[in-house]
């Protein structure tokens, strides 16, 4: 408990220290991201079966969320798509990639409520990278990782941070990215039944 405490005092203590409107998408989804990170965190993704779960998850969370974003979003600020290489990935795994998707779709949030949304895509290339160090010292030498190494994903994030450090209240980009977490923790959830089963 006490580690647990710590903890959430130093992430409390980064989000104090980050830029305003990164700040707030932190502490609105902190216990989302939390949740999925645990689910999520069950698999080991040097197991073939359990890393093919984990991509599912990725792909079917993302063709709704990529659906929804290219209709709202900026053609400028749009994140670049990861599907097909979540799908060569389960390809080379030898693991069917079916096409369903969990739909995804928002209220009107207002004219901003994308980066909501683009932020939580962006941010998770930081854990794939964590993710991709250490299957590359634990899993097969040919095991697939093109969504984990892609570099497009990062560089996204790289020019998306100046629009996170607006001062301005952007409450529909805060249930954005509330919604967001919560859509994949859903699609994990249904995943990871069969898993654990």
């Given at each position: 408990?006490?580690?647990?405490?710590?903890?959430?005092?130093?992430?409390?203590?980064?989000?104090?220290?980050?830029?305003?409107?990164?700040?707030?998408l932190r502490a609105a989804t902190q216990d989302n991201h939390q949740s999925l990170d645990d689910a999520l965190g069950r698999l080991d993704l040097?197991?073939?079966?359990?890393?093919?779960?984990?991509?599912?998850?990725?792909?079917?969370?993302?063709?709704?969320?990529?659906?929804?974003?290219?209709?709202?979003?900026?053609?400028?600020?749009?994140?670049?798509?990861?599907?097909?290489?979540?799908?060569?990935?389960?390809?080379?795994?030898?693991?069917?990639?079916?096409?369903?998707?969990?739909?995804?779709?928002?209220?009107?949030?207002?004219?901003?409520?994308?980066?909501?949304?683009?932020?939580?895509?962006?941010?998770?290339?930081?854990?794939?990278?964590?993710?991709?160090?250490?299957?590359?010292?634990?899993?097969?030498?040919?095991?697939?990782?093109?969504?984990?190494?892609?570099?497009?994903?990062?560089?996204?994030?790289?020019?998306?941070?100046?629009?996170?450090?607006?001062?301005?209240?952007?409450?529909?980009?805060?249930?954005?990215?509330?919604?967001?977490?919560?859509?994949?923790?859903?699609?994990?959830?249904?995943?990871?039944?069969?898993?654990?089963?």
């Amino acid at each position: 408990m006490g580690s647990d405490l710590k903890g959430n005092a130093r992430m409390l203590g980064r989000c104090n220290d980050a830029p305003a409107l990164r700040s707030r998408l932190r502490a609105a989804t902190q216990d989302n991201h939390q949740s999925l990170d645990d689910a999520l965190g069950r698999l080991d993704l040097a197991v073939r079966s359990e890393y093919a779960c984990f991509l599912r998850v990725q792909v079917q969370a993302r063709r709704g969320v990529e659906r929804w974003l290219a209709s709202v979003c900026p053609p400028e600020w749009l994140p670049p798509s990861q599907v097909a290489l979540l799908e060569s990935d389960l390809s080379e795994l030898g693991c069917a990639s079916d096409n369903s998707h969990t739909a995804f779709a928002l209220g009107d949030e207002g004219p901003v409520a994308w980066l909501g949304t683009a932020w939580v895509l962006a941010g998770s290339s930081l854990g794939n990278k964590m993710m991709e160090r250490d299957l590359s010292a634990r899993a097969p030498v040919d095991w697939p990782m093109a969504f984990l190494r892609d570099p497009a994903m990062p560089a996204f994030f790289k020019a998306l941070r100046p629009l996170l450090a607006s001062t301005e209240i952007n409450l529909g980009a805060e249930r954005a990215a509330f919604a967001t977490f919560a859509h994949f923790q859903a699609v994990a959830e249904r995943q990871l039944t069969g898993v654990d089963a």
